[in-house]
């Protein structure tokens, strides 16, 4: 066949042009590196290359990601080393300042120097850097924390997004920081009355055969007996009745309880400790608590499972003397069955825990009661106190200490000796005390005086809010034995003293008794325009704080149905009202009992149901909630239409506080909802950062509210068949206590506890009860066990430290697998689209010479023809 000229010429071209690419490619790797330009020339390569490209753009944003994260881990670890180091400063002085050898100057300056270093902690908890405050959760644009130490802050964590689905957390919160609970600490608690051997203290009334005679303070032992802690009236130890011991509280797994039992007064307190540890559910073989004495005589429960805060005690005792008639009045032959009757039976109480605590006007009586060490002496067990929880004096008007409503007060039974040991003469008939405008507690005293003294041997005298009162003519032990100025006064008085508030000629409750008789009975505490409650709320099964959302079985820990709770408050305008909760399994209600009218409406006796408000403004649906539904939004809702009572419209009223009210009717539910939302925009009602109801006044700085909320049954003690305090007797929930303090917790409130620390140490409170002052102070765990409490703070600090040291490592570690893993993807990449030059360079050798030699030949054979063929 014959190849014509124009196929020859297209065979030449296509191998040109092949092998010209050829050329141009090997040209094209030798000068860029790579092995392709363009995505068509292999798609292989190019998408292989486009896949490591995004690997490694995602590695390099990962690797920015963690180290900024890692700078703010940095940050939070250089501000977390600086509060480590200034809390070693802060313990080694408050160790300085617990030993009690300074004077009060060097003391007040190691306090001075303490609130130093505690401004300094608040400056670093508003640490910010680069115009962000590091401790503020996701809150970031302001301080976190106010100079109180309140936290403005979230517990929101940030995270740092290192890729999909791998976040890492890096910062450390305030909340978590300053605030949280350890699983690792036990709950500590403790009575705060030091207690002394009283026949240690007072041997010439309890041992006559005491080797000096003189009194000196020793604290009780768990080795002396009942009658060493209570005391006695004489020097022999077997003619004593029984002591009675009256316990509330709260045991290690949340459940409340209440118990009642005699112990003789020669056996050991220890056996007393034993068995306050049975109440709390000790057995012989097993122990939930520890119970013992603390160096000062007072009692300390110790929950032995770390990470809860569930044990609460308190306890009162007395002499019981008449048992058979305690059964002829309806009770159980062991006491007092309510503590009521303890106030009017002129019988030592013995108290172990002290608050600040106003209690309610409780008793229409008075009953001075003897002392033990000195029969010459009297003293009224009410303790004289103003609204505004302030101890009166000689000079303060009657009627800032009563009731308004009191016109008068009785005095009657018997006058005291009318010559040595000669029995005085029965006040008969009473004497009244006219109380006027001007009226004062001197007046009062010198009608005491008067009325109760004969031939002007009475002294009346005032000390601490009490009315105390001397029969000067009790004579001293004879025959004497000691120097007479030694002996005591041993003889017998003939005082009855017996003083009655009164409204004309009606008998009103009108005397707040000893308030440490009273468990839950008492006022919120009060702080400018804010009420508080002191007891958590704790939510059992998880030991947590409750919130606005939590049942308030969730704290209980058990049914609700058939407990009531009264309320005794002022509303926010001052308005006096009582009333009570009844939680029913059919429905829930609230009842006004006091006053009968508001606003020209009737309102006493109405049951308001406890319905379920949503949203702001609310919206309520028509169903009554259950006793386990009420959540405490749902109480705060309940309690906010109490106390903004008196503003409320007569409308509204009219609507609620109907016994037909139909809650179907929207108009009905109109005046319910407003009713709610007037009372938020007065009032606020809600669980602080440490599950304690507050009630804050929106509209006055210094609030006009009291508030007063218990279980109805609170100082009910009567036994059943089983010598147990029934069930339905003890309150299922507890919001304000006079309960033993906490020396130790797994929750922490740090600048609040740092606070009452400095406190213990500018008034020189080393133990607990250690101030005699009324107010706070009685309740201040003193230094001692604020140095507990400091170790407690510090490794709470140190472990949020590790945490914190634990996420920059974690960054860290990315950091260096993100490097690592960069630079294998970039290799990958280079032998995915990287040229080798040797190669490239021998295989354009190797083309060109191809290629010359190609163009060699073509030129050859385009030059033959038939002359070369002749």
Avoid: C
């Avoid at 090997?26 to 392709?36: D, E, F, H, V, Y």
């Amino acid at each position: 066949m014959r190849i014509g000229l124009a196929s020859t010429y297209t065979m030449y071209q296509y191998h040109q042009r092949t092998s010209k690419s050829g050329l141009d490619d090997a040209l094209g790797q030798i000068q860029s590196g790579l092995k392709i330009q363009s995505g068509y020339q292999d798609t292989t390569i190019f998408n292989k290359t486009l896949s490591l490209d995004y690997d490694i753009t995602t590695l390099e944003q990962s690797k920015s990601v963690a180290n900024n994260a890692l700078t703010y881990t940095n940050n939070t670890d250089t501000a977390l080393k600086d509060l480590v180091a200034n809390m070693t400063n802060f313990k080694t002085k408050l160790i300085q300042g617990g030993n009690d050898i300074h004077s009060e100057t060097s003391r007040l300056a190691i306090a001075k120097d303490l609130k130093a270093i505690r401004d300094h902690f608040l400056s670093i908890a508003n640490t910010s850097i680069g115009g962000e405050f590091i401790f503020g959760g996701s809150a970031t644009a302001n301080p976190p924390f106010n100079p109180n130490g309140t936290y403005n802050g979230n517990n929101a964590t940030l995270n740092a997004l290192l890729g999909s689905n791998n976040a890492l957390p890096y910062n450390i919160t305030g909340e978590e920081l300053f605030f949280g609970a350890d699983n690792d600490i036990h709950r500590i608690i403790s009575t705060n009355i030091p207690k002394f051997n009283q026949r240690e203290l007072h041997p010439e009334i309890m041992d006559p055969n005491h080797t000096t005679g003189q009194g000196r303070e020793v604290y009780i032992t768990a080795e002396d007996t009942i009658r060493d802690l209570v005391g006695d009236d004489d020097s022999d130890p077997n003619n004593d009745p029984q002591e009675v011991f009256y316990i509330t509280g709260r045991k290690a797994d949340g459940t409340a309880f209440k118990a009642k039992f005699p112990m003789d007064t020669t056996s050991k307190v220890q056996d007393l400790l034993d068995r306050i540890g049975r109440e709390f559910g000790n057995t012989e073989s097993s122990k939930v608590v520890d119970v013992t004495l603390n160096k000062w005589g007072q009692i300390e429960i110790k929950d032995l499972t770390s990470g809860r805060s569930n044990i609460e005690f308190s306890m009162i005792s007395s002499k019981w003397v008449d048992p058979a008639n305690s059964i002829n009045q309806g009770g159980d032959g062991i006491g007092f069955s309510n503590l009521n009757r303890a106030g009017v039976a002129g019988v030592k109480i013995n108290t172990y825990v002290q608050s600040p605590f106003l209690n309610d006007f409780n008793h229409v009586r008075t009953i001075a009661n003897p002392d033990d060490n000195d029969h010459r002496i009297y003293t009224f067990p009410t303790i004289f106190r103003t609204e505004d929880n302030k101890l009166a004096t000689t000079r303060t008007l009657l009627r800032d200490v009563v009731p308004p409503e009191t016109t008068r007060i009785r005095l009657d039974g018997n006058r005291g000796n009318s010559a040595l040991d000669t029995p005085g003469t029965p006040v008969n008939p009473a004497v009244f005390l006219t109380i006027t405008n001007t009226t004062t507690i001197q007046d009062l005293m010198d009608n005491i005086r008067t009325t109760y003294g004969q031939n002007g041997n009475v002294d009346v005298q005032f000390s601490d809010g009490r009315i105390i009162v001397i029969d000067n003519n009790v004579s001293k032990r004879n025959p004497p034995d000691r120097d007479d100025k030694n002996l005591p006064f041993t003889g017998n008085s003939s005082f009855r003293l017996f003083l009655t508030t009164m409204n004309g000629n009606q008998e009103i409750n009108g005397f707040r008794y000893e308030p440490a008789t009273e468990y839950d009975r008492v006022n919120f505490s009060r702080d400018g325009s804010k009420l508080t409650s002191n007891v958590s709320q704790i939510i059992r099964d998880s030991n947590k704080h409750a919130t606005m959302h939590t049942k308030l079985s969730e704290v209980a820990g058990g049914s609700l149905n058939g407990h009531n709770y009264n309320f005794k408050v002022k509303d926010i305008n001052g308005t006096a009202i009582e009333g009570r909760i009844e939680f029913r399994d059919a429905g829930s209600v609230m009842i006004i009992t006091s006053p009968t009218q508001m606003n020209n409406h009737n309102i006493a006796n109405i049951e308001i149901p406890i319905l379920n408000p949503n949203g702001n403004p609310p919206q309520v649906n028509n169903t009554i909630t259950p006793a386990n539904e009420v959540t405490y939004q749902q109480l705060a809702d309940t309690l906010g239409i109490v106390m903004n009572l008196s503003n409320s419209n007569q409308a509204d009223l009219q609507n609620v506080f109907n016994a037909n009210a139909d809650y179907t009717n929207q108009t009905i539910k109109a005046s319910y909802e407003k009713l709610i939302g007037d009372s938020k925009n007065a009032i606020s009602i809600g669980l602080n950062i440490n599950g304690k109801l507050e009630i804050k006044d929106l509209n006055h700085s210094a609030t006009r509210m009291d508030f007063m909320l218990y279980d109805s049954v609170a100082n009910n003690f009567l036994l059943d068949a089983n010598g147990r305090v029934n069930t339905t007797n003890r309150p299922a929930l507890t919001f304000q206590a006079n309960n033993a303090i906490i020396a130790d917790d797994p929750h922490t409130n740090f600048f609040e506890q740092i606070d009452t620390i400095i406190k213990s140490l500018e008034e020189g409170i080393y133990r607990p009860g250690g101030n005699s002052n009324y107010g706070d102070s009685m309740r201040n765990p003193g230094i001692q066990n604020a140095i507990t409490t400091f170790d407690h703070l510090a490794n709470h600090i140190n472990k949020a430290h590790t945490k914190n040291g634990s996420q920059g490592s974690a960054f860290k570690y990315s950091i260096q697998r993100t490097e690592a893993l960069v630079v294998q993807a970039k290799s990958v990449r280079s032998e995915t689209i990287n040229v080798d030059h040797a190669e490239a360079l021998l295989q354009f050798s190797q083309l060109s010479l191809n290629y010359q030699a190609m163009l060699s030949t073509i030129g050859k054979i385009s030059q033959l023809s038939l002359v070369n063929y002749i």
